[in-house]
C-alpha cells in the first residue's frame, strides 16, 4: 500500500515504525494535526537486556563485599589493643571536685597512659547526705563492684587500680568486699581514709593482687579528728579515722592479708608538691606527678624524711617503697 507521500507502507496495524504508524493515522484523517517526528526518538533502542545469569553474579559480588567489610569491621573491633590500665577514683562526700580532677591529671602527666574514670558516689546529693546514707553508700559500692567486674571481664590481664578519697575510701573497700571471689584488682590507693582506725581490711585486702597504699597524716585535725568525733567515720563510728591516726590490725584479722598494707603517713617534704599535711594536701596535679604516679606505675616513690620500718608514727605499716 502506498500513500500520498509516496512510501510504500505495511498493512496499518500494530506493525510498523512510529513514523510508520503517524502516516497510516494521516492517511485515513486528512484533517489531523501533523507532529515533524524526532530523529531522537525515532532512532532510539531498547535498553540492553541484563543475561540472567550476570545479574546473580552481581547479587553474589555485591553479598559478598557486605560480607567481607562486615568481617573486617568486626575484627577491627576485636583486634583493638586493650588499654594499658585502668585507674577507677572514687572522690570524698563533697563528690567530684577540681580537687580530683587535679590529681588524676597528675598522675597521668606522670606516665599513666592508660584509662581514668572519676565515679561520684554521692548521687549529687553530697556533704553530710553522703556521709550519713548508710545503705545508699552500700548500694553505691556494689555498683563500683559491678564496674570492676565488668573491667576485669573485658581485660583480664589490664592492671586495675581503685583509688578513693576520703569517704571515698569507704565505698572503695566495701566494693572490694562485694567482688566475687576469683576477681581481684592490682592497687588499692587509700587517700586520707574516712574510715575507723580498726576496721577490718581482710575480706577486702583478699581482692587485692598487689598492694594498698594508705595515706595519713596527724595535721588532718578538723576533718579526721574533730569532724569524724562529732559526725561519724563514713562507717558510722565517732572515732579519730584513719586517714589521720593510720590504720591497725583488729582481733581476728588476716595477718597475711595485712602485709599487703603500705602505711604513708605525712612526710614534710612532700610540702614542695602542695600537700601541707590537711584533709586535701595530697589532691593535688604536683603530688599526683611526684609521688603518685611512679607509685602506681613502679611501686616505688621519692625519699621521705619520716620512719621506714614497720611501727610508723601513725600506726601499722611496714616499710616504704623505694
Known amino acids: 500500500m502506498a500513500s500520498d507521500w509516496g512510501v510504500n507502507l505495511p498493512h496499518a496495524g500494530f506493525g510498523g515504525t512510529p513514523t510508520t504508524r503517524m502516516l497510516l493515522a494521516r492517511e485515513r ?49 576485636n583486634d ?40 561520684d558516689w554521692t548521687e549529687n546529693d553530697p556533704g553530710m547526705h553522703a ?3 548508710y545503705d545508699r553508700n552500700h548500694q553505691e559500692a556494689r555498683h563500683v563492684a559491678d564496674m570492676l567486674v565488668q573491667q576485669r571481664s573485658a581485660h583480664p590481664n589490664v592492671p586495675i587500680v581503685l583509688m578513693g578519697h576520703s569517704g571515698g575510701t569507704g565505698i572503695a573497700v566495701w566494693a572490694l568486699e562485694d567482688l566475687p571471689d576469683n576477681v581481684q584488682i592490682d592497687t588499692l590507693v587509700l587517700m586520707s581514709s574516712a574510715l575507723s582506725p580498726d576496721y577490718d581490711l581482710s575480706k577486702a585486702l583478699r581482692h587485692v593482687k598487689g598492694r594498698l597504699y594508705a595515706f595519713s597524716s596527724l595535721a588532718d585535725i578538723i576533718v579526721l579528728s574533730t569532724g569524724t568525733k562529732l559526725f561519724g ?55 599526683g606527678l611526684n609521688v ?3 607509685l602506681i606505675l613502679h611501686g616505688t616513690m621519692p625519699e621521705v624524711s619520716m620512719p621506714t620500718t614497720a611501727e610508723t608514727p601513725t600506726g601499722l605499716g611496714r616499710e616504704l617503697p623505694r
Open 131 to 133: 556521709l550519713l546514707a
Open 29 to 77: 484523517d486528512p484533517g489531523r494535526r501533523e507532529y515533524a517526528p524526532n530523529p531522537a526518538w525515532q532512532n532510539k533502542r531498547p535498553p540492553p537486556t541484563i543475561p540472567l545469569m550476570t545479574r546473580a553474579h552481581s547479587y553474589l559480588c555485591s553479598l559478598l563485599i557486605l560480607l567481607f567489610t562486615a568481617t573486617a569491621c568486626r575484627a577491627d573491633v
Open 233 to 287: 567515720t563514713i562507717d558510722g563510728h565517732k572515732v579519730e579515722a584513719a586517714g589521720r591516726v593510720g590504720f591497725t590490725a583488729p582481733s581476728g584479722a588476716d595477718a597475711g592479708q595485712y602485709k599487703k598494707l603500705v602505711a604513708l603517713p605525712y612526710d614534710p617534704s612532700w610540702l614542695k608538691w602542695g600537700d601541707r599535711g590537711d584533709h586535701i594536701g595530697g589532691m593535688t596535679r604536683s603530688f
Open 292 to 294: 603518685l604516679a611512679p
Open 80 to 119: 583493638a589493643p586493650a588499654p594499658p590500665g585502668y585507674l577507677l577514683h572514687l572522690p570524698g562526700i563533697a563528690g567530684a571536685r577540681s580537687i580530683d580532677h587535679s590529681v588524676v591529671r597528675g598522675i597521668r602527666d606522670g606516665g599513666f597512659s592508660g584509662e581514668i574514670e572519676i565515679y
